[in-house]
């Protein structure tokens, strides 16, 4: 006989004394003509916001430098559970959206 999973647990814990999260920070660089470009997986907010410092001057992002952007995640949520229409396409809902 087959037994249910447990629902995950979904919180901060510390394994061998390294902190470990359910949130990770994804970084894009969005360009107006829609160009849009994954730059990076982050494990805080703060490592997201040093990459944009150190990408801010490279080759093709020093022309656009505030085209950044970075979003909040939670590992194992379904972002978007409802599905979507073309209007509402985008790089994250509304509420998991971070400014740069």
């Not at 849009?36 to 410092?53: K, N, R």
Request: charge should be negative.
């Amino acid at each position: 006989m087959l037994q249910q999973a447990a629902a995950p647990l979904r919180h901060n814990f510390v394994v061998l004394g390294a902190y470990v999260s359910d949130r990770v920070y994804l970084l894009y660089h969005i360009r107006a003509e829609g160009q849009l470009l994954l730059c990076g997986v982050y494990e805080s907010e703060e490592d997201a916001v040093a990459a944009i410092q150190r990408l801010r001057g490279k080759p093709g992002f020093a022309r656009y430098p505030n085209d950044f952007e970075y979003h909040a995640y939670t590992l194992g949520i379904d972002i978007w559970s409802e599905g979507f229409t073309e209007n509402e396409c985008d790089v994250a809902p509304e509420s998991e959206k971070r400014p740069n």
